[in-house]
């Protein structure tokens, strides 16, 4: 099991408590310098891959490895080899922002010159200079985010594992999140991200593995992804009656609205499915066009069979380290 420029390998994965399968037969494999985003509803089996592969918890079975380092064999050089950003925030809320890095660098044991320079230039990064010296429990929770990002980033690993980073942010707080994990990618930094979330695998991923029941159920990019659950079309407006009429006769399986001068035509998105819509249509006819595709709530029920809020209210189901 070796792939060039794989940053994680995993093949036959499984975990179980008792009689509950947690995992039950994963492979993926994530390219170095690239986002593999795995998404899936609560319960799902997300973070415990995380847990397994950071080296938190063991795997019952599986052939593992992460940054080059096999996990059972060279747990210890996995750990020197990667950052882990948790569900649940890691800084201390008594210390300063100041203190929560210098304590990651001392445990990373740096050296004081090092140490100060990593501090200095991640409170800078993060926009967490003119708060380095208030206690964390004065932070905002965007703030709090950004600092525990920070204290995983502040030995600079080349893979990052972030285990819903976004959850309970708001939009502003989600976006800063996503620019800094693009600048670490860009870097040359691998990510694997774990979110309930579409839209944010949709901004950051280069491929996602969906998870339902233990099992990775689908994989592709996010396009890839949306043109495999029904719902997507194309809505054309037309100038007139008469090219409307001669579009639906052409397109039985669309639906006309007179009305509004519109035709809608199923389809998946795809560049070859929108070149046969557009097939036989009239250009001088044709005012303009949009093309929809399935959105979260399509993806989640088509690929696990619940709809995303339904998922989002659920309780985690996962056995923590």
Do not use: C
């Amino acid at each position: 099991m070796t792939h060039d420029n794989a940053a994680i390998e995993v093949v036959g994965l499984t975990k179980s408590y008792g009689d509950h399968s947690v995992l039950d037969g994963v492979d993926l494999t994530v390219p170095e310098g690239t986002v593999y985003a795995l998404l899936g509803p609560n319960g799902a089996g997300k973070t415990t891959i995380v847990n397994i592969l950071s080296t938190l918890l063991t795997a019952d079975e599986g052939e593992l490895r992460v940054a080059g380092f096999d996990v059972r064999r060279e747990p210890g050089g996995v750990r020197a080899a990667i950052g882990v950003t948790g569900q649940f925030s890691a800084i201390d809320e008594l210390l300063t922002g100041r203190e929560n890095l210098r304590l990651m660098a001392d445990l990373a044991h740096l050296d004081r010159a090092t140490a100060t320079a990593a501090v200095t230039g991640m409170l800078e990064r993060f926009d967490l200079a003119d708060a380095a010296d208030r206690g964390a429990q004065t932070y905002s929770g965007g703030m709090k985010r950004r600092l525990d990002l920070a204290m995983t980033l502040i030995t600079r690993p080349r893979l990052i594992f972030l285990d819903e980073p976004t959850t309970g942010l708001d939009p502003r707080s989600r976006r800063e999140l996503w620019a800094i994990v693009r600048e670490q990618v860009a870097d040359g930094v691998t990510v694997l991200l774990t979110t309930q979330y579409l839209d944010e695998a949709d901004h950051l991923a280069d491929r996602i593995g969906v998870l339902d029941g233990g099992r990775l159920v689908a994989e592709g990019t996010a396009a890839e992804l949306k043109r495999r659950v029904p719902g997507g079309h194309v809505s054309v407006q037309f100038t007139d009656a008469d090219g409307l009429a001669a579009a639906a006769a052409a397109h039985p399986d669309a639906s006309a609205d007179l009305d509004a001068l519109t035709l809608q035509l199923p389809s998946d998105g795809s560049v070859a499915d929108l070149r046969r819509v557009l097939d036989g249509l009239d250009d001088d006819r044709v005012d303009g066009l949009t093309v929809e595709t399935a959105d979260l709530d399509d993806v989640f029920l088509a690929l696990t069979g619940h709809p995303a809020a339904e998922q989002s209210a659920r309780t985690d189901l996962e056995v923590p380290a």
